[in-house]
């Protein structure tokens, strides 16, 4: 045999050293590892119980694959890129290790129905890990929605102030983001969970398989109905990137939100000294550099999601080693989601809101002028005339500089006659916010319902959590 290769019987000489190189991929699925090994196990036991292996065999197999196990732990595994990828390490070193019977173990099996089968599993690892990261950040924010639910603050629309709102209200709609980001991951699990294992290369296999029982000891919930398309299915991450992009738009608006109120001119917030930093030319400076750091790396999480997408467009069944470029972008994914919602649930516990200003800004630019309008209907004033006596009160007020609420009684009285005394209730921001008092409305009374309603929701899902 001229080539040095698991597979090189048919070759004539060895592989050209930057063709190795090239085609390696063990520098990064090496992560793949402990999925690797844990579905090796599985299918030893299984090709054993099917009579493909002896007991004896098998307990060699298991327990070489625990030694290497301890080995890539401990980092003294030696990879290689002359055994390609992580699959073919592993592989080579169980050979080393217990001798030929390590050579049994690939029976019935094929790199591709493998490799799919670790991506499964890491898959499905990694979105319980966000989700519970998810879980910690969103009690973060209901922690802070109950701190700020009298804290009084502008609502936008165009990035103008627009009605008062709780400062609570405003939180608790960024649980909401975040909750719906769950749902879409525990959704998406439901499709990863999925045993493409006995697929082999793509038509199966000839051995009298167990399908169901790896699947089984891998806990996945269902096998693929075709092996076709077991290997050369990459939706479920296509549909994990997807769900992950969308998480970071998330992170990426509110941290814009934050970098908004951190500025001089919203002057809403402080956020801690520890996670700010400076300038190196401008001994002033305090920058929120962590909140602008998420809202640019969820730049890099929809690359990732435009690189799995193009990466199968077009591509023919079944396997192409195309997909070898499918771990990289979605190893970064996991690793940039979780540091960044690892960053917020650390920051937002420090910030310190600024009430009064919060206040002051939300009486400046007329938020109350949908209350009075809605005082006009209240007397029996058709909405569109009080749209239009409000408007003319508010041009006056700005004129004068004043805001609504300082106009005396008889000015308002000009732009209609039904207005009366108790007009002042309106106009003042916290009867405002709290006439909104309906579900999902942002009376704090209502605000206190939604923290209740989310934090039963996180508890009953924190039973249900794997
Ligand atoms: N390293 C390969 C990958 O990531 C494993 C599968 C290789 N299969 C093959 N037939 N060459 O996709």
């Known amino acids: 045999m001229k080539s040095n290769k698991l597979w090189g019987g048919r070759f004539g000489n060895q592989t050209n050293a930057s063709v190795e190189l090239f085609t390696s991929s063990q520098l990064f699925d090496r992560l793949l590892a402990e999925q690797d090994i844990v579905g090796s196990i599985a299918h030893a036991r299984m090709l054993c119980k099917c009579g493909v292996l002896s007991e004896n065999e098998r307990d060699m197999i298991v327990s070489g694959l625990h030694k290497i196990n301890k080995e890539i732990e401990s980092e003294s595994f030696v990879w290689s890129d002359r055994h390609e990828d992580v699959h073919m390490n592993i592989e080579a070193r169980l050979t080393e290790l217990i001798g030929d019977t390590g050579k049994k173990l690939h029976t019935a099996r094929s790199r591709n129905d493998q490799v799919a089968t670790d991506l499964r599993l890491y898959v499905r690892k990694y979105i319980d890990h966000i989700i519970r990261n998810i879980d910690r950040l969103e009690s973060v924010i209901i922690d802070l929605a109950e701190r700020e639910i009298h804290t009084i603050m502008p609502g936008l629309t165009h990035l103008q102030t627009a009605q008062p709102i709780s400062c609570g209200h405003h939180l608790m709609a960024w649980l909401e983001m975040l909750e719906r980001d769950v749902q879409r991951f525990s959704d998406c699990r439901k499709r990863v969970n999925v045993s493409p294992l006995g697929s082999a290369a793509l038509a199966g296999t000839s051995f009298a398989i167990d399908r169901r029982m790896t699947a089984d000891e891998l806990g996945f919930e269902e096998l693929s109905n075709n092996s076709l398309d077991s290997v050369s299915d990459r939706d479920f991450i296509m549909e994990f990137q997807s769900v992950a992009a969308l998480t970071a738009v998330h992170l990426s608006r509110i941290c814009e939100d934050l970098s908004l109120w951190a500025s001089q001119r919203f002057d809403f917030i402080q956020i801690g000294d520890d996670f700010c930093t400076g300038s190196s030319i401008m001994p002033q400076k305090k920058n929120p550099d962590v909140v602008e750091l998420i809202r640019g790396k969820s730049a890099r999480v929809v690359g990732n999601l435009t690189a799995i997408f193009v990466l199968m467009k077009g591509q023919a069944l079944g396997y192409n080693r195309d997909n070898q470029e499918d771990k990289e972008p979605l190893f970064d994914t996991i690793e940039t989601i979780d540091s ?19 206040r002051l800004a939300a009486i400046d630019g007329y938020t109350t002028a949908t209350d009075l309008a809605d005082y006009l209907v209240n007397k029996e004033i058709p909405f569109r005339d009080a749209h239009s006596a409000v408007g003319q009160a508010v041009a006056h007020a700005a004129h004068q500089n004043v805001e609504l609420s300082n106009l005396p009684l008889k000015t308002l009285q000009g732009f209609c006659d039904k207005i009366e ?9 916290e009867g405002s916010v709290k006439s909104r008092n309906h579900f999902g409305g942002t009376a704090p009374e209502q605000v206190l319902l939604q923290i209740q309603n989310a934090r039963n929701q996180i508890e009953a899902r924190r039973k249900n959590m794997p």
Do not use: A, S
């Open 340 to 358: 960044c919602i690892d960053m917020l649930c650390q920051m937002l516990p420090g910030i310190i809101f600024n009430r009064e200003k919060m």
């Open 421 to 429: 005394e108790d007009v002042f209730d309106i106009l003042d921001i």
